[in-house]
């Protein structure tokens, strides 16, 4: 069965530092990856998406994520945090059975922003 | 713009007491998701919605039930409302199946409590 685990469930960085959030899957085939951010209360919005092609995947909000097939990761960066980033982070990973897509979360990554 | 609409944004009831979210859609998607999300806690599949065929998660309660009236509106009915089911509901919508077509839209949510 496919599984996303993100390794951090807690981060905090300073303001204008960079950073990396880990996501590491277990699937078979090739997968599509995605990264959403929650704000408290709010709903997921989608920052980057990977299907195919270029391994480094420009998202909104200054933020970038690379695919790396031999890790199994797809780790989420920015080099410039600001105190609006601070939220929740979820990687996801489509099970792609055609017919039956299912979006698997992991299990998400507070990110806190100090000044 | 085009968006998924949730309402209420805010939802109380009472133990027992029937409920029921709305979710609208301007996107023209035929795929609607409907998931729960707990505190602190990815979000889960509940069920999800095929232009007109139902598609039950195998661990989603009998509690829990939706319709989907036309193209645009989808609704989550929870029939008994238990003290374990506040939480926040999240709609989305994709526009189609197969793998490029499967980037999921959210709304804002619906934070249920159950007094």
């Known amino acids: 069965a496919q599984s996303v685990t993100q390794p951090d469930i807690h981060i905090t960085v300073s303001e204008g530092a960079s950073l990396e959030l880990r996501c590491n899957y277990s699937?078979?085939?090739?997968?599509?990856l995605f990264w959403y951010v929650q704000s408290p209360g709010q709903g997921l919005q989608l920052l980057l998406k990977y299907f195919s092609g270029d391994t480094l995947v420009q998202g909104i909000k200054g933020f970038e994520a690379e695919f790396k097939r031999s890790q199994s990761s797809f780790n989420l960066r920015k080099p410039s945090v600001h105190w609006s980033d601070a939220a929740e982070y979820f990687c996801a990973v489509v099970l792609s059975n055609f017919g039956n897509e299912k979006l698997t979360f992991g299990t998400g990554t507070r990110l806190t922003i100090i000044p | 713009d085009a968006m998924v609409i949730q309402n209420p944004r805010y939802q109380v009831t009472q133990f027992g007491k029937p409920v029921t979210l709305s979710c609208s859609q301007t996107?023209?998607?035929?795929?609607m998701y409907w998931y729960q999300q707990k505190s602190s806690q990815a979000p889960k599949l509940l069920f999800h919605y095929y232009d007109k065929d139902f598609n039950n998660e195998a661990d989603t309660p009998d509690n829990f039930q939706s319709r989907r009236p036309n193209t645009s509106f989808c609704f989550l009915d929870i029939r008994s409302p238990g003290l374990g089911d506040a939480a926040m509901y999240l709609c989305?919508?994709?526009?189609?199946?197969?793998?490029?077509?499967?980037?999921?839209?959210f709304g804002p949510g619906t934070r249920l409590t159950v007094l």
């Open positions: 996107l023209n998607h035929n795929v």
């Open positions: 989305a919508t994709s526009r189609d199946r197969g793998q490029l077509n499967n980037e999921q839209f």
């Open positions: 699937y078979g085939a090739t997968p599509y």
